[in-house]
């Protein structure tokens, strides 16, 4: 086997090592939730542009090509994966909404002297 290959080959257990972590990351629902946080931070389901700040645009251009890596990897090993982050961050942001309804009317019964 010249170099070229050994290091190509090489290269591919790295890689599916990668591919293997991030789907063993995504089987927990502590993983899925900071995968929830990598994408919401990197911007991967919003748009990125800032029409009076270029260079903003650019900053989070790169932020989202990191996201995308992320992303990309996940769906190549895992997209029900994707479908479990999704329907879990539906359901945290209801639940969030519902505890923000409560908190609201315990300051409006608190008011009602």
């Known amino acids: 086997m010249t170099q070229q290959e050994e290091i190509a080959k090489l290269d591919a257990q790295y890689r ?11 089987s927990t629902q ?3 939730r900071f995968l929830q946080r990598l994408f919401r931070s990197t911007y991967i389901f919003e748009p990125v542009c800032c029409f009076e ?3 903003k645009t650019a900053f989070n251009e790169g932020k989202r090509n990191v ?4 992303y990309n990897d996940l ?3 895992a997209p029900e ?18 505890k923000l ?4 009317d315990l300051a409006d019964d608190g008011n009602e002297d």
Do not use: C, P, W
């Not at 994966?81 to 519902?98: D, L």
């Open 16 to 26: 599916q090592l990668e591919l293997s972590d991030i789907k063993e990351v995504a």
């Open 30 to 32: 502590a993983g899925r």
């Open 53 to 55: 700040e270029t260079h």
């Open 67 to 70: 996201g995308l890596e992320f």
């Open 75 to 77: 769906n190549k090993v």
């Open 81 to 98: 994966k994707m479908i479990s982050i999704q329907r879990e961050v539906r359901e945290r942001e209801e639940e969030y909404v519902r």
């Open 101 to 104: 309804g409560r908190i609201a």
